[in-house]
């Protein structure tokens, strides 16, 4: 490719035509269609040329050109059909810091004009690099008779109400609404505004029966943790599908219609299968419900996600996600700490007590390095395994270990203790909400204490 087409904006800039014959009317009536400020310089104008300077609609210098005349000129047109006077202007021109064509010289031309079909704003651009000119006539005249008259006339309207399609999701769904309006056969700008509110009604219609699914993290339990858009969801459910843990004044902040369903399940144990809860959901949504898949935390955490976004993916489901706070985050708020601390460890790890195949095993050995900072979900039953683990890989039983339950709940139980006494303590406890171990971390109260007493015994 020898020339790369571009659309060139010229509202308001200068283009200059030095030439006053067929050459200059030809690309004139081209020119005029556009909002440039033109100039034409011609000794002998023809009658149109002059007919066009006196409507205002360029002006017209009679005289040939000069230095100077194509000065802050974007484009500028040599069109004498004299070839010595186009060099010449095109020379000046060029010193002028114009873009030069030289009609029918492309050899000379730093541009060249391609072959148009104009349904403005919809332009269609032919270009043969002057190799065949009547192939590219040729295709203009098949383009011209495949293009309705009308487009450019919808293609403005349609613009206009581009906001408005806005309401349709973006991709598939919008670009099925805009394909249905381009394929109407339009008359009037009346036909045009008409057809855009009966088409989006339709289709904004299809979609609202359609039915998808939003995964929402319902945060740690307090009602004010949960984000607005998981509120939105909730108030506009059909169905809401909610886990065990999901605290009951958030099920009360539900649409009252809405269907409520346990899937009954906590962390990794579910007694409700991973199977049936994915069931559940596509069944809803394909019925055409609204449905919210309600989880603890934030549903990307220790969630199982990606098993029921393949089941709505395998079943075309629309779905989406509304993230949450994780419980680790309102756990680490409660101890007035913060997850990371500069000195002091520059990465957390969020792990599991157990997964599917029981308790999970880790990266021991990094989490035995000092300052680390582990965020423990579903500690509980595997406190003594990982206790274990971290002691046998040289982790001082000193280290401190807290356990934070029902974590901003009025009912949040704080206990803090060290690594070598984490069981029995916490079987002694007796917990029987959710809980998470930090390793690494104390209350900020007792980890400033702690550290009092080490200055106190080293000095
Ligand atoms: N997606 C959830 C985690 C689900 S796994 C989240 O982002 O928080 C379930 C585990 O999360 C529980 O075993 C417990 O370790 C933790 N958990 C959930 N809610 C909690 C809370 N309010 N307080 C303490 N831990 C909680």
Redesign the pocket.
């Known amino acids: 490719m020898k020339h790369f087409p571009i659309f060139m904006a010229l509202e308001g800039h200068r283009v200059v035509v030095s030439g006053g014959g067929e050459a200059a009317l030809a690309k004139l009536r081209l020119l005029l269609k556009t909002e440039a400020r033109l100039t034409v310089i011609a000794a002998n104008a023809a009658p149109e040329i002059a007919a066009w300077a006196d409507e205002e609609r360029l002006t017209l210098i009679n005289r040939s050109m000069e230095a100077g005349d194509a000065l802050c000129a974007r484009l500028f047109y040599a069109a004498n059909e004299d070839d010595a006077e186009d060099a010449r202007v095109a020379d000046l021109a060029h010193r002028d810091g114009a873009l030069v064509n030289i009609v029918d010289n492309l050899e000379d031309s730093q541009f060249i004009t391609p072959a148009m079909v104009d349904r403005d704003p919809v332009v269609v651009a032919i270009g043969t690099e002057g190799a065949a000119p009547v192939l590219a006539r040729a295709i203009k005249k098949d383009i011209e008779e495949r293009l309705s008259p009308r487009l450019g006339l919808m293609a403005r309207i349609g613009k206009a109400f581009r906001a408005k399609a806005d309401a349709l999701p973006f991709g598939l769904k919008r670009r099925e609404f805009w394909a249905d309006y381009y394929n109407k056969d339009i008359a009037t700008e009346a036909q045009a505004q008409e057809a855009l509110d009966t088409l989006l009604g339709k289709h904004l219609n299809a979609q609202a029966k359609e039915g998808h699914v939003e995964l929402v993290?319902a945060?740690?339990?307090d009602p004010d943790l949960l984000t607005m858009k998981a509120r939105k969801a909730l108030d506009a459910a059909d169905v809401v599908i909610y886990?065990r843990?999901v605290?009951p004044e958030i099920l009360e902040l539900a649409r009252r219609e809405a269907v409520m369903l346990s899937a009954g399940k906590?962390?990794?144990g579910p007694s409700v299968t991973q199977d049936a809860i994915n069931e559940m959901i596509v069944s809803h949504a394909r019925a055409g419900a609204h449905v919210v898949r309600l989880?603890?935390?934030?549903?990307?955490?220790?969630?199982r996600l990606d098993e029921e976004i393949e089941a709505c993916e395998a079943s075309g489901v629309a779905w989406s996600i509304v993230p949450?706070?994780?419980?680790?985050s309102?756990?680490v708020a409660s101890l007035g700490q913060s997850l990371t601390k500069r000195g002091r460890n520059s990465g957390v790890r969020f792990i599991?007590?157990h997964d599917t195949k029981g308790f999970a095993d880790h990266d021991w050995k990094t989490l035995a390095r000092e300052g680390e900072v582990a965020a423990?979900?579903?500690?509980?039953k595997s406190a003594r395994f990982i206790q274990g683990r971290l002691l046998m890989h040289g982790v001082d039983a000193a280290t401190p270990v807290t356990v934070?339950?029902?974590?901003?709940?009025p009912n949040?139980r704080i206990l803090a203790t060290c690594l070598g006494e984490l069981e029995p303590t916490l079987s002694d406890a007796n917990l029987s909400?959710?809980?998470?171990?930090f390793l690494g971390l104390a209350p900020r109260a007792a980890m400033a204490a702690a550290q009092q007493h080490e200055l106190e015994a080293v000095s």
Do not use: H
């Open positions: 993290g945060g740690p339990g886990d843990l605290a906590e962390g990794f989880k603890s935390g934030d549903p990307t955490v220790f969630g949450g706070i994780t419980s680790a309102a756990a599991t007590g423990i979900y579903m500690g509980k934070i339950e029902n974590a901003s709940r949040q909400g959710p809980a998470l171990v």
